[in-house]
């Protein structure tokens, strides 16, 4: 297919005014300057193009986020409509509006029952920022107003706002003054890199009781919640081993700390499941939820609270001091609305359960498992990461994994697939409304730049 669009200037146009301006995220900006970023003009379903023509599979959804793909109709004109009715307003003033309202009727259908309510933001990362308040407010109005510590797990990822970076576990984001008081930390749950000779049952489990003996330390009387993705998502795309989650829930329900899950990334239909935490089999008292809400096509976040909260806040609590000037946009309101009814109206969770996701992950299993690089694939639905390994007998890692994955992430990139590189992992996490053909596509691409990786180092 040829590209969809005529280009407007000269890519180098582009990136010499996008030098001139831009930060970017997670990069080296000098040496971003230097090679020029590549610039998206066009998407159809899974592909972009670049303003030169070339043409990309998007095996990342953007950031974890288009669950419809490129290009919905349906979406844009949902917004547009919106925007010739009532284009903003707030939530401020006593008011509330019709979008958002039905929004949320949808919303909660889709959920388990023991949630009831939702303070809706612009992003993940403000979700968080907002759990850190709700939390502390709730055992505030309960009469524990001491308990105010967070706990979260090394390696996770919550945002890069200030406390969203507190929460998380990425220490070089610590250093660059990404930390607040009254949050700590506790190990992830990666057993192929720290298990050792434990089994992956007994690794889940030593995991978990991590979080009781970091309890007691800091004291249950002072601990608020504990916050976790139920697999890790910028962390690597780590599932924890089945023990795990069991026991973290039976250890917050005995120390009486909220258990807050992290489903931005896993949220609306990504593992099969519209909710990861229903994967996973367990309850959490909170959810922060983003990206697929709206398919990524307007920005759009939210705060889920289970009726517990819920209740203390609006029975007991009085006047909550929280507010966003954006917090249920009427525009995004209405896309979410629209990419909810989508997901559900053509069965498109289902699908991800039922067809594609086992496809997806037989064919990566089968393509992967005996490969000379690959020391382990993980994942489920329609998310999945490819462990490097040097030695797969004994799980050692490659000492210089980071600069082996980024340059399997560059050979995709020059195969025409986009795929992510996380430590010594690949991960991918294409849109849900992906075929079996797209799938084969995917697959074979990142068979093609795994190949070119193994041969870097004389696996193959």
């Known amino acids: 297919m040829n590209a969809p669009f005529a280009p407007q200037r000269q890519t180098q146009d582009y990136q010499k005014a996008d030098a001139a301006h831009h930060i970017h995220a997670f990069l080296d900006q000098k040496a971003l300057n230097a090679e020029g970023p590549r610039v998206m003009v066009g998407g159809e379903r899974l592909h972009l193009w670049d303003n030169d023509g070339n043409r990309y599979l998007d095996g990342m959804s953007g950031l974890w986020c288009t669950q419809l793909g ?15 009715q009532l284009a903003y307003y707030n939530m401020f003033f006593h008011t509330t509006h019709p979008a958002v309202i039905e929004l949320s009727e949808l919303l909660f259908s889709l959920l388990p029952g023991h949630y009831s309510h939702v ?19 709730y055992w505030q109005v309960v009469g524990q107003p001491q308990k105010k510590i967070m706990i979260g797990r ?90 795990y989650w069991p026991e973290i829930q039976r250890i917050c329900r005995q120390y009486d700390v909220l258990l807050c899950a992290d489903e931005v990334i896993g949220g609306f239909g990504r593992t099969g499941e519209w909710f990861a935490h229903e994967y ?60 909810l009814k989508a997901l559900r109206d053509e069965g498109i969770v289902r699908q991800v359960k039922e067809d594609t996701g086992p496809y997806l992950q037989q064919l990566l299993r089968e393509v992967f498992n005996d490969h000379p690089l690959i020391g382990e694939v993980q994942g ?62 995917l697959v074979e691409k990142t068979r093609i730049a795994v190949d070119r990786t193994a041969r870097l180092v004389g696996k193959l």
């Open 119 to 137: 303070i809706y933001t612009n992003s993940g990362s403000e979700a968080n920022e907002v759990l850190i308040r709700t939390v502390r407010r």
């Open 70 to 84: 490129y290009g919905r109709k349906d979406l844009t004109a949902a917004a547009a409509a919106q925007m010739d």
């Open 154 to 243: 090394w390696n996770g990822y919550h945002g890069s706002t200030l406390a969203a970076t507190a929460l998380g576990g990425m220490k070089f984001m610590h250093e660059m003054g990404g930390m607040i008081p009254d949050v700590a930390h506790i190990d992830e749950p990666y057993w192929y890199a720290a298990g050792g000779e434990l089994s992956p049952a007994e690794f889940g489990r030593r995991c978990a009781l991590q979080l009781e003996e970091k309890i007691l330390e800091l004291g249950a009387e002072n601990v608020a919640g504990f916050i976790a993705e139920p697999f890790q998502g910028a962390g690597g795309m780590i599932f924890p081993p089945e023990s």
């Open 280 to 339: 996973f089999g367990f309850e959490p008292d909170t959810l922060s939820i983003a990206k697929g809400l709206t398919s990524g096509y307007v920005p759009m976040g939210g705060l889920v609270l289970g009726k517990r909260i819920a209740d203390a806040l609006v029975e007991q609590g009085g006047v909550f001091a929280h507010g966003l000037t954006y917090s249920g946009h009427p525009v995004a309101a209405a896309v979410a609305l629209a990419n």
């Open 380 to 441: 489920t639905g329609l998310v999945a990461a490819l462990q490097f390994a040097e030695d797969k007998a004994t799980r050692k890692r490659f000492a210089n994994e980071n600069d082996l994955a980024w340059q399997c992430r560059t050979f995709g990139f020059e195969a025409g697939l986009i795929i992510r590189s996380t430590l010594g992992r690949m991960i991918m996490a294409p849109a849900l409304i992906a075929t079996r053909a797209e799938l084969d596509e």
